[in-house]
């Protein structure tokens, strides 16, 4: 999978040059770019946002430049790109849409900051063709400075998924919220040695051997656990 990212901000996305992400880089897994959306601007104070059309607090950023930075890595792409737009009026972002992203071989996401990109670059891209898709996400019901946290959640959630990047491939198939598994229920709780740790024991049925046994009693917690925090979940 290929990924670009356009921001203000290159310096947001040093994590993705550690760990577990770094590695699927250097294996050839993924290919990460980062784009510096000033290169875009033509005046000598690379402005890259403008008042809001209507009034209102804020700063919105300008269509001219996104355009170009995003013209620019169209420009260089193979096939036609999913465009990911983080924003706090998209649609909320899950699994299921973090296993669809998995799914495409060239991401691009464009970050935006103040009050965001001045509404027209979604439109327009929607319009052109040049991209398979466009996805407006918000990563949840509360406010960031700017895009790029949400980008870098997205793009975790999405490369754990591609084969070869999580080291035990197990782990994926078997998550809470993945269709086709422990469908709409939290996880319950998880333990390991020692079987005594500051007065608190292990449940004993996890090391009873009846296997039978153990898969209710994990059911039974994961149902336990999903009507205290998540009421809205077990559909
Ligand atoms: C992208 C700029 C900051 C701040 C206007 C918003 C009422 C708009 C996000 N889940 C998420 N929360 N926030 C974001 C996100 C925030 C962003 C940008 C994503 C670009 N900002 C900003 C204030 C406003 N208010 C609520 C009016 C944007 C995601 N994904």
Known sequence: MRVDLITIFP?????????????????????????DLRK?????????????????????????????????????????????????????????MAIKLASFDHLVFINGRY??????VVEHYQQSGEFSEVLEISIGDYVLAGGEVAS????????RLINGVLGNEDSVSDDSFAP????????????????????????EV????????????????AIKRTSKFRPDLKA
């Open 11 to 35: 310096e947001y996305f040093a994590p993705l040059k550690l760990s577990l992400f770094g590695k699927a880089q250097e294996s050839g897994l993924v290919e990460v770019e980062i784009h």
């Open 40 to 96: 875009f601007t033509q005046d000598k104070h690379k402005t890259v946002d403008d008042a809001p059309y209507g009034g209102g607090p804020g700063m919105v950023m300008s269509p001219v430049v996104w355009g170009e930075a995003i013209d620019s890595v169209l420009k260089n792409a193979p096939g036609k790109p999913l465009l990911v737009v983080p924003t706090p009026s998209g649609r909320v972002f899950n699994q299921e």
């Open 115 to 120: 009050e965001g990109i001045d509404s027209r």
């Open 152 to 159: 870098l959640v997205i793009l975790e959630a999405t490369s």
């Open 180 to 203: 086709g598994s422990m469908q709409n229920l939290l996880e319950g709780p998880i333990f390991t040695r020692p079987a005594s740790w500051r007065g608190l024991e292990v449940p």
């Open 206 to 221: 996890l090391s009873s051997g009846d296997h039978a046994k153990i898969a209710q009693w994990q059911k039974d917690e």
